[in-house]
C-alpha cells in the first residue's frame, strides 16, 4: 500500500470544507473513494454554477 501524498490530502480537505461547509473530522473520516467522488461531484457543480454565470447557455 502506497502513502497518499499530505498536500494533496490537504488540498482535498480544504476544497470540500469550504464548499461543503464540513469539519476536518467528517472529512478525515471519508474513504479515499467516498472523498474522490465527492470532489469530482462538487466540481461539477461549481463549474456548472460559473458556466450559468458566465451566460454561456451551456
Same mark, same amino acid.
Given at each position: 500500500?502506497? #502513502?497518499? %501524498? %499530505? %498536500?494533496?490530502? /490537504? #488540498?482535498? +480537505?480544504?476544497?470540500?470544507?469550504?464548499?461543503?461547509? /464540513? =469539519?476536518? @473530522?467528517?472529512?478525515? @473520516? &471519508?474513504?479515499?473513494? @467516498?472523498?474522490?467522488?465527492? &470532489?469530482?461531484?462538487?466540481?461539477? &457543480?461549481?463549474? #456548472?454554477? /460559473?458556466? =450559468? +454565470? =458566465? !451566460?454561456? !447557455?451551456?
Amino acid at each position: 500500500m502506497t #502513502r497518499y %501524498a %499530505a %498536500a494533496t490530502l /490537504w #488540498r482535498e +480537505i480544504t476544497y470540500l470544507a469550504y464548499h461543503l461547509h /464540513w =469539519g476536518l @473530522d467528517q472529512l478525515l @473520516d &471519508l474513504e479515499h473513494g @467516498d472523498r474522490v467522488t465527492l &470532489l469530482e461531484e462538487v466540481s461539477t &457543480l461549481n463549474e #456548472r454554477f /460559473w458556466q =450559468g +454565470i =458566465g !451566460g454561456n !447557455g451551456e
